[in-house]
């Protein structure tokens, strides 16, 4: 079946613009994450969802970034008024259930790169 | 809070060579311990996991892994190396009292010298 697919692959815009970036989690997933990864180093937590139940925004850097899921299917990331610091590899994961022993499986992730 | 350490950035290795990627963990209990892998432009695979038990645990690829409470490490070790393993290799811990969060490692860079 497929897999998870994010959108666009790259995104590059410019500082202060708003940017929006999509996760297709594989269907049957409930569980759904954004990661954020910069350059030489490891994946950041940024939020989950898990079906109906409120997201976990704990690891969202700051009040620019938001997210949405629609029931268990599509998820947004925004990004408003655009940092340098924002420019980074932001990969969606999904997986069947929320505990952490469910093995998540990533989308190829959308290349930001703010100018 | 639960960290991991992946002490080597990058490491070289001769096809056909053996390979070990240390990785140590600190949290307070015995965590779930995952290996991924990322090709260019690829998403994260998981290779392998630890949930309990057998403390050697085998993935794909021809890798393992040996959790050692001791050293509160996970290294992922293969005996030999093929020039399709270069890639970027991450060791995660997840919580095993329920919740979701991994805690990813800075990753380790292999490359393959033909």
């Known amino acids: 079946g497929a897999g998870v697919s994010q959108s666009p692959s790259n995104k590059v815009t410019e500082k202060g613009k708003d940017v929006e970036l999509r996760c297709d989690p594989i269907s049957g997933h409930t569980a759904l994450y954004w990661y954020r990864q910069r350059l030489g180093q490891g994946l950041e937590f940024l939020i989950y969802?898990?079906?109906?139940?409120?997201?976990?925004k704990s690891g969202l850097p700051s009040d620019r970034f938001s997210a949405e899921r629609t029931g268990e299917s599509v998820s947004t990331l925004t990004i408003q008024r655009t940092q340098q610091e924002d420019s980074a590899v932001y990969l969606c994961?999904?997986?069947?259930?929320?505990?952490?022993?469910?093995?998540?499986?990533f989308g190829p992730g959308t290349r930001l790169t703010v100018l | 809070a639960q960290s991991v350490t992946q002490p080597d950035i990058h490491i070289t290795v001769s096809e056909g060579a053996s390979l070990e990627l240390r990785c140590n963990y600190s949290y307070g209990a015995t965590p779930y311990l995952f290996w991924y892998v990322q090709s260019p432009g690829q998403g994260l695979q998981l290779l392998l996991k630890y949930f309990s038990g057998d403390t050697l645990v085998q993935g794909i690829k021809g890798f393992e892994a040996e959790f050692k409470r001791s050293q509160s490490s996970f290294n992922l070790r293969k005996p030999s190396v093929h020039w399709s393993d270069a890639a970027e290799y991450f060791c995660a811990v997840g919580p095993t009292g329920g919740g979701n969060k991994l805690t990813f490692g800075t990753g380790t860079q292999l490359k393959v010298e033909l």
């Open positions: 994961a999904s997986s069947l259930a929320r505990a952490s022993y469910n093995e998540q499986f």
């Open positions: 969802f898990q079906g109906n139940s409120a997201p976990d």
